[in-house]
């Protein structure tokens, strides 16, 4: 075991205690050592670029530890942040079932542990292994399951409050906090915020001086506090007179 800065490299699957409920390598015995000899265990850096899109997909990623941008381009520049990939995710899974260039790209937004697998040994893995199979769909539905609820966030909100609000709100599960208040760690700029929504950052900044001005949200730095959920949950489709083009 390697030790790289803060990320405490683990090598051996069996031996890991990191991997969890709903981590693709949550194995039984006899396939997690298949998965071990198959995999090749990296260290990333800030910033590395575990894939680009529109490249062939040569494997699937694994993260272990760390956090993940995951973002698509349209054709006149325009970055959207389609979400942030967390340990137990395998990243570059659909591409690879499909058998297409990759959609999306990702980019690690912090140290990252990855297990790397290639495509042939991972489709010989869930083709002869029916937990591993199983693994794959249910991660395959939970991606569903997050674009689906990011697109009607995007599509049917009316305004870059409701979207922000609505983000937010995703993001406080993770947060520590009781009685409505939530403290969260904020990785992101302005700009990569309006990346996830669909909006401009001057329009981000003008939201968030609403919500601050009314105590619902601060960003501060790195930490983003929300006051009271429940006050920010009934903020979404009211008709508060606040017009972000203004």
């Known amino acids: 075991m390697k030790v790289f800065q803060?990320?405490?490299?683990?090598?051996?699957?069996?031996?890991?205690?990191?991997?969890?409920?709903?981590?693709?390598?949550?194995?039984?015995?006899?396939?997690?050592?298949?998965?071990?000899?198959?995999?090749?265990?990296?260290?990333?850096?800030?910033?590395?670029m575990l894939f680009v899109e529109g490249q062939p997909a040569a494997g699937v990623y694994l993260l272990c530890q760390g956090k993940v941008k995951i973002s698509t381009c349209s054709p006149?520049?325009?970055?959207?942040?389609?979400?942030?990939?967390?340990?137990?995710?395998?990243?570059?899974?659909?591409?690879?079932i499909n058998g297409v260039e990759h959609e999306t790209s990702a980019e690690t937004l912090e140290m990252c542990q990855v297990d790397f697998i290639k495509t042939d040994d991972l489709m010989q893995l869930i083709q002869n292994n029916p937990h591993a199979?199983?693994?794959?769909?249910?991660?395959?539905?939970?991606?569903?399951?997050?674009?689906?609820?990011?697109?009607?966030?995007?599509?049917?909100?009316?305004?870059?409050?409701?979207?922000?609000?609505?983000?937010?709100?995703?993001?406080?599960?993770?947060?520590?906090?009781?009685?409505?208040?939530?403290?969260?760690?904020?990785?992101?700029?302005?700009?990569?915020?309006?990346?996830?929504?669909?909006?401009?950052?001057?329009?981000v900044t003008r939201a968030l001086r609403f919500f601050r001005e009314r105590e619902l949200v601060t960003l501060k730095g790195s930490d983003l506090i929300i006051h009271d959920r429940r006050r920010l949950r009934a903020v979404i489709g009211t008709r508060s007179g606040y017009r972000t083009d203004m």
């Open 6 to 48: 803060d990320l405490r490299i683990q090598h051996k699957c069996k031996d890991c205690g990191i991997r969890g409920d709903g981590f693709f390598c949550d194995l039984p015995e006899s396939d997690l050592r298949l998965f071990e000899s198959i995999k090749v265990t990296k260290a990333c850096p800030k910033g590395t």
């Open 76 to 96: 006149d520049g325009k970055v959207i942040i389609l979400g942030i990939a967390e340990p137990g995710q395998m990243i570059g899974l659909s591409s690879v």
């Open 133 to 203: 199979c199983l693994n794959a769909a249910k991660q395959l539905s939970r991606d569903y399951h997050t674009a689906y609820v990011q697109i009607c966030a995007l599509g049917l909100s009316d305004s870059v409050t409701d979207k922000l609000a609505k983000l937010f709100l995703s993001w406080s599960g993770n947060g520590t906090g009781g009685d409505g208040r939530v403290q969260l760690k904020n990785f992101f700029t302005h700009e990569e915020i309006a990346e996830m929504i669909g909006a401009s950052r001057e329009t």
